[in-house]
């Protein structure tokens, strides 16, 4: 993998701390990345996956909770409150993306960076809105080698 800045969401966290289906892709990706980011609002996602993992019980509370205390040791946080709000508010607007997503795609084009997603959907809606740039998915990401 080159030694890039990436910005990471969410599904790929989720697959690094939980088994699914691209877990060991995603660990992989974790843990040879020399730098990720992300806006701070992944921590509360990763807490909500996590939660939803307890409640299914697909694992124990406490591989939960060591997932949503791992997650800032990880990933540098972003707040997501200050100048990247803006920039998220007008690519949600003009593109149609959740705030959620356009706040990723924010911190990614101000970062001159991308995101690095397991979600096909977010990847074919950005490349759809000419932002495909902004987006890789794990399995391209991986492939950089």
Do not use: N
Not at 118 to 129: C, F, I, V, Y
């Amino acid at each position: 993998m080159p030694d890039r800045r990436w910005i990471v969401d969410a599904s790929v966290l989720g697959a690094a701390f939980f088994e699914e289906a691209h877990s060991a892709a995603a660990r992989t990706f974790i843990r040879d990345a020399a730098d990720l980011t992300a806006p701070s609002l992944l921590a509360l996602e990763v807490a909500s996956i996590a939660a939803k993992k307890v409640w299914k019980g697909l694992c124990p509370t406490e591989v939960a909770a060591r997932a949503v205390s791992e997650t800032p040791r990880l990933v540098s946080l972003v707040d997501t409150l200050g100048d990247l709000a803006p920039v998220a508010f007008r690519l949600a607007a003009e593109h149609r993306f959740s705030a959620y997503d356009a706040a990723y795609l924010a911190l990614a084009e101000t970062r001159q960076s991308s995101v690095v997603t397991l979600d096909e959907k977010l990847k074919a809606r950005a490349d759809a809105s000419q932002l495909g740039s902004l987006v890789v998915l794990l399995a391209d990401a991986l492939a950089d080698d």
